[in-house]
């Protein structure tokens, strides 16, 4: 756990902010899944810190919008990562899955389509070329 814990600082400590977002996407749908395993096996403590957890990561992505550059995605964004917010504190509070899979559900349908921006703006990649030492 200790190697794992200086993996992830050290992976968002070099991280630029596209990346970033991407880790925020991947901690939030962890959370989540880890909170419906919880709640499956009645374990009410550890649901609830998991489904806070992923409540304040869509805060965070929440907060990181640039509402003014984004234009209307980004108010579509935002109007979307409240209505998740609320569905996690639904599912907290009533103690069931539904909400929790929805949410899940979207956050992967985003992370999936934050990771084809990311490889979109990312520079072509070159291909390896061998080079003849005959003279």
């Known amino acids: 756990m200790v190697y794992s814990n200086r ?3 050290s992976e968002v400590l070099s991280a630029d902010p596209m990346r970033l977002v ?3 996407y991947r901690a939030a749908i962890e ?3 880890a909170a419906r395993r919880h709640l499956a096996a009645g374990e009410i403590r550890e649901r609830s810190r998991k489904v806070i957890k992923a409540w304040e990561i869509v805060n965070e992505l929440r907060r990181s919008l ?3 550059r ?3 995605i980004g108010r579509s964004l935002r109007d979307l990562y409240v209505y998740m917010q609320n569905r996690l504190v639904e599912a907290n509070s009533r103690q069931i899955d539904a909400p ?3 949410v899940e559900g979207l956050l992967r349908t985003l992370e ?3 990771a084809a921006a990311c490889a979109a703006n990312e520079p072509a990649q070159q291909t390896y ?3 003849s030492c005959t003279c």
């Open 7 to 9: 993996y992830l600082e």
């Open 22 to 24: 991407n880790l925020l």
């Open 31 to 33: 959370s989540v899944a």
């Open 66 to 68: 640039d509402e003014e």
């Open 70 to 72: 984004g234009g209307e």
């Open 100 to 102: 929790l899979a929805e």
């Open 112 to 114: 999936q389509g934050w």
């Open 129 to 131: 070329e061998p080079v």
